[in-house]
């Protein structure tokens, strides 16, 4: 299987769980760890080798992973470290060890990709505006859609450089809502213009400041503020 490039990385065509179908159950289960176990080198590198053997069984188990299930599941292995919302995989060097406990993490993680991928997609239909909203209050839904995606992101235990996961997940809402990937990459590159930085935890008026500045910038119109007509939605989008 040829490597996820960057452009189909932020294409959320490529990642939309509603555009790719998983059947999931007990005997799918198996079968995935059964194949994976026949991919775990049966004396491991470790250090002395400089990890060769994981990081092989960990391009296999991901070959495998992608073709058996398609496009969307390229990221069951961006783990925490690497920016990613996974935690059941950590990386080969590490990931790798007896071939049962490999499938148990592989599997795990597999799972803990698709889960995150529909609790975004859910997350987006809930924050988009309606397509026929005036500009005034698309402004204000796309601040307060920036908002919670940032904080989303972040809850997902991403380390390192946490906001390249932002950047992806805002482009991806984007085009949920019918904007060109290009476009959309253009909208949140000069909206964050290199304001959230690597192992920083961006206060929360920075955080507002790039939402608004991606409300502006898409409508022309800044997002008002603290109207009671909107005190309902503000409460729910809240709760999460």
Request: proline share 5%.
């Amino acid at each position: 299987m040829p490597p996820i490039t960057y452009e189909g990385i932020r294409d959320w065509e490529e990642s939309d769980p509603a555009r790719h179908s998983f059947a999931w159950d007990e005997d799918e289960e198996e079968h995935l760890r059964s194949l994976v176990r026949e991919w775990v080198p049966p004396v491991l590198s470790g250090m002395a080798g400089w990890w060769q053997g994981e990081r092989w069984c960990e391009s296999q188990v991901d070959a495998i992973i992608r073709e058996r299930y398609g496009t969307w599941a390229w990221g069951w292995n961006w783990y925490h470290y690497d920016s990613g919302p996974i935690g059941n995989w950590t990386g080969g060097p590490s990931s790798v060890t007896t071939p049962d406990e490999t499938a148990d993490r592989a599997v795990a993680a597999l799972l803990e990709w698709r889960e995150w991928l529909e609790r975004t997609a859910q997350r987006f239909a809930e924050l988009a505006p309606l397509p026929d909203a005036s500009s005034e209050d698309r402004s204000w839904h796309l601040e307060r859609a920036c908002i919670r995606l940032v904080t989303h992101t972040m809850d997902s235990g991403a380390d390192n450089a946490w906001r390249g996961q932002t950047s992806i997940v805002l482009g991806w809402f984007l085009q949920s809502t019918g904007m060109d990937r290009a476009e959309a990459a253009r909208a949140v590159e000069r909206a964050i213009g290199g304001r959230f930085k690597s192992w920083v935890h961006p206060e929360r008026s920075l955080i507002e400041s790039v939402g608004e500045d991606l409300a502006v910038g898409l409508t022309g119109y800044a997002p008002y503020r603290d109207h009671r007509e909107w005190e309902a939605l503000e409460k729910l989008y809240d709760r999460y």
